[in-house]
């Protein structure tokens, strides 16, 4: 899955992104549903979720289960 923003090269998941693919238009939904499927997320500026690509396809694809307390590598 690719992100709706072009300047996005680190494969990240904007909380608008993440609203738009799972159908959520508020943040507090969105946030209680990634934690009920386990994807890992951390908050930007102004309290904005984001996750990449990679944790969610771990999640998808029935890899080793994320934790809350896994932490996301950013490069």
Known sequence: ????QTSNPQHLLSEDDLKNWLGFSRR???ER???NIRIP???GKGGRICTTIAAVDKVLIGGK???PSEEIEFI
């Open 1 to 4: 899955m690719q992100s709706t």
């Open 28 to 30: 507090l939904d969105l």
């Open 33 to 35: 549903h990634l934690q």
């Open 41 to 43: 997320y951390v908050y």
């Open 65 to 67: 289960e994320s934790t």
